[in-house]
């Protein structure tokens, strides 16, 4: 609600929304070279032409820090709500949508675009109030980036404007507060994990993310091909053939079978996807073309 947003972030908005034509926020995103920008209006993150990530900006949680910088907390707890409370299996699977497009976004060093939206309701009822709409969404025209990704604390800070700035510990601290990255909930196990148990949690990310995007993800491991899922499109044409690897509590590093070796040998569309923290919360992956392999974190050497 434009009560809860910043004054500085709010008369943005409002130049914006007064001075530029009237669109939809379907039309916003899809003016900004979103694919299918219809089909995918309920998501939150979009890719778009050129490569681009497009993130929706609650402007409710927008901070203003030093010298008029802005700066937005991104929360990587995909279970829980802002407000409080467990998400549901869609909300989570949205949320992990997300957090995957911004990853991607950080690690090939790349500029956000942003959409700033304010909302109807009270921002920590946006994802439990059925009659939450979109009051208020304007296109960024200042780039942003990703600052810092800090798994351990379940947090992320994004940046308006040129690299080389970060907010100071009490703005961290305020931004907190004003509730954007919900209090850190352990869930899981508490011990060690057994590699059996973080490989299954592995599959179970991987499957369900490429599900998500409309792929069909066939858990192949027990066939001994060299790779545990096969992704095709809805034509059935193979899109990855991924060798699954998990890190998690007790479980920092993995081999690679001679099958796995072999099938890497021969290239495309073979990948080894390394998911870490598979067992908690804030679980992502990456993956490795054959000739990037030894790149992977927590690859022991093969033994002569």
């Excluded at 920008?37 to 203003?64: C, K, P, Y």
């Excluded at 309701?121 to 296109?139: F, H, N, Y």
């Excluded at 290239?267 to 908690?280: H, S």
């Amino acid at each position: 609600m434009d009560k809860e947003v910043d004054p500085a972030v709010l008369a943005v908005i409002n130049e914006k929304r007064l001075t530029g034509e009237k669109r939809t926020p379907v039309d916003i995103i899809a003016r900004m070279g979103v694919f299918d920008a219809r089909q995918q209006a309920s998501e939150n993150a979009w890719l778009a032409t050129g490569d681009t990530v497009i993130a929706t900006l609650w402007a409710e949680f927008v901070s203003v820090g030093a010298g008029g910088r802005w700066f937005y907390l991104e929360s990587l707890d995909v279970q829980h709500r802002v407000g409080g409370g467990e998400r549901s299996a869609l909300q989570v699977q949205r949320a992990k949508n997300r957090l995957d497009l911004l990853k991607r976004s950080l690690d090939a060093g790349r500029a956000l675009r942003a959409v700033l939206q304010t909302n109807r309701v009270a921002i920590r009822d946006l994802e439990t109030d059925r009659s939450a709409k979109v009051s208020t969404r304007v296109p960024d025209d200042q780039e942003w980036h990703i600052a810092t990704w800090e798994p351990d604390q379940k947090m992320a800070v994004l940046v308006r404007g040129p690299r080389g700035w970060l907010p100071t510990e009490d703005e961290l601290q305020a931004a907190r507060a004003r509730g954007s990255v919900p209090a850190v909930i352990q869930h899981g196990v508490s011990g060690p994990a057994s590699r059996e148990e973080v490989q299954a949690a592995a599959m179970d990310y991987l499957t369900r993310h490429f599900a998500g995007y409309g792929y069909k993800a066939e858990n192949v491991a027990g066939q001994n091909l060299g790779y545990d899922i096969e992704v095709s499109d809805k034509k059935g044409a193979t899109l990855l053939k991924l060798a699954v690897k998990g890190t998690g509590p007790g479980v920092t590093s993995f081999q690679l079978t001679g099958e796995e070796r072999a099938c890497a040998k021969r290239g495309d569309p073979w990948r080894l996807a390394v998911v870490t923290d598979a067992l908690g919360p804030t679980a992502q992956h990456k993956l490795y073309k054959p000739n990037e392999i030894d790149k992977a974190p927590g690859l022991e050497p093969l033994l002569e």
